[in-house]
């Protein structure tokens, strides 16, 4: 069940949390623009390693390879995007 909720989050919730991250992006500081522009990257990029490697067969696949590559990809690709972008942001403003 957490699988299949990680790969929902990862769907919806990601895009919508960038949206509403974007939607004031001229109000932010240096470092809210840093987060959006690395959560867009994050899960853009595991989206597209996620949706390449599922066209493999699955006999190529471990179970534990199939599970983080298919349902976990895009949500800790926008997670590890958004951390790192507001990390990168706040270490230019000093």
Known sequence: MTARLALLLGLFIVPLFLLALGHRLRD????H????WGGVIGH???MVV???ALHY???LWSTQTRV???FWLMLLGGVAGVAAGALLG???RE
């Not at 623009?33 to 959006?36: P, Q």
Request: proline share 13%; aromatic share 4%.
């Open 50 to 52: 996620s949706i390449t």
């Open 68 to 70: 983080l590559i298919a």
């Open 28 to 31: 932010g500081g240096p470092q």
């Open 90 to 92: 706040a270490r230019r």
């Open 33 to 36: 623009r840093a987060a959006f």
């Open 57 to 59: 067969p699955p006999v």
């Open 44 to 46: 853009t990029v595991a």
